[in-house]
């Protein structure tokens, strides 16, 4: 049995299920889209773009703008390049199989990174250091990151296989952002009923899913032992205490 298999099977790129990688409702995303408020014309950079349906909605919503999708997943690029020309967007979308922290071009009217502070060395400080570099002046940066909701147990945190100062308070997260030259526009967060729907359907609900169709695989009882983690560390551990934060940022 291989957990390689396991993983590529519950994967969120392969996961139709998922309309973005991250707990985030269909409203949400839509204020997320006007907070940053992109021009006609705005050059977009989406780091850790996933298969880039955030950026996607970013470009619809700016006439002339163009977008860069920076992601080291080759499946999720695949996927990003066939949902950009599905929308005709392939000549304005264009993802870069290349590191985040990697990707060093400026000039950006609006700079994106959800849940991949990771991709940089220094974690989220870094992240909003070259975000904050990546655009032009009075351009605007979008970020999310996670934060503590409450302190958190010792089931949380082995749920989530993470210590203790991982993450720190939204208000520690807003402050890193100024601590970066940028300035706080609009903040808000994942609510629970977002987080719920995420996460069943993602790992959880695509490995169930998968379960339940494939009795006799021979990756079943992996499959079904990996789900039951999953969900006993999410509904055991770190649900409601795990935070996910979304900060419109002004430079």
Not at 16 to 28: F, G, K, Y
Not at 77 to 90: D, F, I, K, Q, S
Not at 203 to 212: D, Q
Request: charge should be negative.
């Amino acid at each position: 049995m291989s957990d390689e298999e396991i993983r590529a099977l519950m994967s969120a790129p392969g996961n139709d299920r998922l309309t973005w990688n991250t707990p985030l409702s269909e409203a949400h995303a839509a204020q997320l889209v006007t907070a940053c408020a992109p021009a006609p014309g705005a050059r977009i950079a989406d780091f850790g773009s996933g298969w880039g349906e955030l950026l996607m909605r970013l470009v619809e919503a700016a006439p002339g703008s163009t977008g860069d999708g920076i992601e080291t997943d080759p499946e999720a690029v695949g996927r990003g390049r066939r949902l950009a020309e599905e929308r005709a967007l392939a000549d304005r979308v264009h993802f870069h199989e290349t590191p985040a922290a990697g990707h060093t071009e400026g000039g950006y009217d609006l700079a994106v990174s959800i849940g991949s502070a990771h991709a940089w060395p220094g974690g989220t400080p870094d992240a909003l250091k070259a975000l904050r570099a990546a655009v032009r002046p009075g351009g605007r940066v979008l970020f999310g990151d996670g934060f503590w909701e409450r302190e958190p147990s010792p089931a949380a945190l082995e749920g989530l296989g993470a210590e203790p100062d991982d993450f720190g308070s939204l208000l520690e997260l807003i402050r890193q952002a100024e601590a970066a030259g940028l300035r706080p526009l609009q903040v808000t967060v994942a609510d629970q009923r977002e987080w719920d729907l995420f996460e069943s359907a993602a790992n959880i609900g695509r490995g169930e899913r998968w379960a339940l169709a494939n009795p006799g695989h021979r990756l079943h009882a992996g499959v079904t032992e990996a789900v039951d983690a999953r969900r006993s560390g999410y509904y055991g551990g770190y649900r409601g205490t795990l935070g996910l934060a979304y900060l419109v940022l002004g430079t």
